[in-house]
Every structure is written in structure tokens, then in C-alpha cells.
């Protein structure tokens, strides 16, 4: 393939408003090298964290002018040397790239490539990545969740929360989840939450000790954890753990309560280098092929109103499912 073809991407030479993601019709489509792939991108995730790089807001922030993006799903176009794992043609999905998934063509290395299961299409591939290996990660590495437990899953119609839902559901989990529209009650309850709560409405976090009986939980998936932590820390069980997904700035807590149920605050973030990958896409295929894993794409929008997704993702009063861009 030549290396002067062209391709659509979006691009962001200075950090700022949304504004900033500017489509570009002339970029040059990039050239795997050793263990990378090139695939042709039907569809990229839009999570929230690209919000913050693309503000500047984030600790690391990429070289400009960059391309985000990192859950692709697509077809493999070629491989570089010593790729082994998939071959041109293998329809795929990634938790990472190197070029980054706005756009037509995107490069990412061979362990950050993943088949995708026949029985999911495009959208679903673009919904897997970071939801649900983030999902993994805090659930099982970090809360070592048990069956039995009680899990709360804050934000649990977004793609994070979907993610821990069905995720927590096949682990053995009872799962309560929080969502701020009826509608996005009703679409956790439908991927495995037993019982939903609306964290809009006054006192809803007396409804989940209510649920509980005055225990509490044993694990809370949080995902604004700037707004929700200090009412978190009260909610859980003795011993009980908070898992920290999502931030937007600082928040205030009293450290006794803490103390008083020897409970924990666990920070979770995903890398490209977190050992357990292998571990979590073996379980992760088991779930597509068992039938329990089942991403939920919600809005989708074209390549070209990415900016527009940037706004809606921050905006938006209730969260249903993973937000996509398709070329």
C-alpha cells in the first residue's frame, strides 16, 4: 500500500474548546511498523478522558498537533513485521492506538489489538475498549471483588458503567446502579444491575442503604468521584472499597469516615502497559462468546461532528451507552 495515500482525521493542533478538533481531508495515512497494525477504521469510541486531553486539563498531555482516539473497531488493512496475533482481513478492536482512532486508517501495536467476536458489528467494537477493560481492571485487580459482594456502579448507563454492570453481574455480584434519567435507570436494569437508583432525585442515597439494610456497600465503581466521593466514603461497608474511574476537579472529605470502616480509596487508571491485558481479554472473548458481554453503542455521529460529540459527552443530562464517531 502506498505510503502517499490519503485519508480523513481529525486533528488538534492546540489544546481548548471543542472547537479545536479540526477535520482534515489531506492527512497521509500512517505505515505499521515493527508489531504494529494498520486498520481501516468503520467506527471509534469517544470516551471522556479525550475530553480532558483535548483540554489541556489532563496531567499527560500528547505532542501537537495530535489525532485522539483509542477504541477503534475495524479491519486489518496490513501488518508490520512480526505481527502474529491477526492477519489482513481479521475484523478487530483496540484499546490503545499509535496514530490515533479519529480517522479513516489508524496504526496500533499487536498487543493492543483485539478480534473482535462475529456476533458484534462495528459500533459494538468501538464500545469495548476502555470501558470494558477498565471495568476489569478496577472490579477485579483493584477491588478484587468477590461473588456475594454488593457493588455500586455510579454513572451505570454510560460505557464504563454498562461495562461493570454485565462485567459484575457474570462475576456474582449484586449490582445497584445510579443513572440520571429514567431511561438510563431502565438501560442498566436491562445489562445487569438488580436494582437502579436516580442520583438526581433528593435522598437517593438513603434509597441504597435502604437496599442494603444499613450495611452498605462493599465496592463503589465511581465515576464523577469530584461530586459523589464524600457520600461514597458514608455509603460503604466495613472494609469496603471506592474505585476512583472518573474525576472533573477536587471535592472535600472527611477522613473519618474512612477511618471509622477501615475503607479504601483506590485510583484506577488504564495504560497500555498494564500486565493483565492477556488476562482481560481471554475473560472479556469468554463473555462475547457466552453472550453476557454486550456493548451498547449509544449516539452515534460522523466523523466530521466530532467536536459536536466532545460538547454532548460533557453536557449530556444522562448518559445511554458508549458515544461513537463512524466514517
Known sequence: ???????????VSEFGAPSVLKLCSGVTVPQPGHRQVLIRVHACGVNPVETYIRAGTY?????????????VAGVVETVGEGVTAVKVGDRVFTTSTVSGGYAEYAVATDDCVYKLHSALDFTHGAAIG????????ALVHKAHAKAGETVLIHGASGGVGIAACQLSRALGLRVLGTAGTPEGMKLALKNGAHLTFNHRE??????IMEATEGRGVDVIVEMLSNVNLSKDLQMLAYEGRVLIVGSRGPIEINPRDSMAKESSIIGVLLTVASPEKKESAALLYAGMEAGWLRPVAGVQYPLEKAAQAHQDIIDCPGAAGKMVLTM
Open 1 to 11: 500500500m502506498s505510503g502517499s495515500k490519503l485519508m480523513r482525521a481529525i486533528t
Open 59 to 71: 496531567p499527560r498531555k500528547p505532542t501537537l498537533p495530535y489525532t485522539p482516539g483509542s477504541d
Open 130 to 137: 476502555i470501558p470494558y477493560f477498565t471495568a476489569y481492571r
Open 202 to 207: 433528593e435522598g437517593y442515597t438513603d434509597k
